[in-house]
């Protein structure tokens, strides 16, 4: 029996190191939704496509899948966008970051329950959310917004859940302040357009910032441990 993840945004970051983690594993195999690759296994699949481009998500589909015994997706990819005042930023930036942030899970998960809902095995959504989305941060409007979304998706979908007779378990997680390269497009960020840059500068510099293996390794344990929650919206930091 097998344990199947799809998750999006392999190709960096903590979707790659939590891709990595779970293949230690024999019994899990990885479906990589990504632009990008650099993971190679047996159990791992690529999944090339552009998270941005609503034809290719949607379009998307779910494979048949055999001797399961877990099914999870987990919506990680995200993007920053112009981190700059709502009048200052590029309009194309804002869309971008909307769509992968918000739109591209929806997407997802509406695929993921159609194809998956009715089959009697444990099935799991795991959304990476963020802090931002549950606190208001200058030139993160798009951000903080659609992170935000992810949070009432998760909420919704799962009181949906509870009257199926399969239900899928949601989780909506932020996963901390994290050492990857969306931390470096935020400290080069212009401070006359984000003035809470030199905190961030800071907490690289104090060695602040969490590694992605270390937060893989708490969302594992939201994975392997979900009857132990019984909030929704959750933080690793409170793990």
Not at 52 to 71: G, H, K
């Amino acid at each position: 029996m097998k344990n199947y993840f799809f998750i999006t945004g392999t190709g960096k970051g903590i979707g790659k190191a939590l891709a990595e983690i779970l293949l230690k594993e024999r019994q899990n195999y990885v479906y990589g939704l990504s632009r990008v690759n650099e993971i190679e296994s047996t159990n791992f699949q690529f999944v090339k496509i552009d998270l941005s481009d609503n034809s290719a998500v949607e379009n998307y589909t779910f494979p048949v899948l055999e001797d399961v015994q877990r099914i999870t997706l987990i919506n990680n990819a995200g993007v920053i966008g112009d981190i700059k005042p709502i009048g200052k930023k590029n309009n194309a930036s804002i869309i971008e970051t909307i769509t992968i942030n918000t739109i591209t899970p929806v997407v997802l998960m509406n695929s993921f329950i159609a194809t998956y809902q009715e089959q009697n095995i444990e099935k799991l959504i795991l959304n990476i959310s963020s802090g931002a989305g549950r606190h208001p941060i200058h030139s993160w409007a798009d951000y903080c917004a659609s992170k935000s979304a992810i949070d009432m998706l998760s909420l919704v979908v799962q009181e949906e859940q509870q009257y199926k007779e399969n239900p899928i378990q949601i989780f909506s997680v932020a996963p901390g302040i994290i050492d990857t390269a969306m931390q470096k497009e935020i400290r080069a960020a212009e401070e006359k357009d984000f003035p809470l840059k030199q905190q961030f500068v800071d907490m690289k510099n104090t060695r602040a910032l969490v590694s992605p293996q270390e937060t893989a390794l708490l969302l594992l344990k939201i994975i392997n441990n979900k009857a132990d929650y019984q909030d929704i919206i959750l933080d690793v930091r409170e793990i």
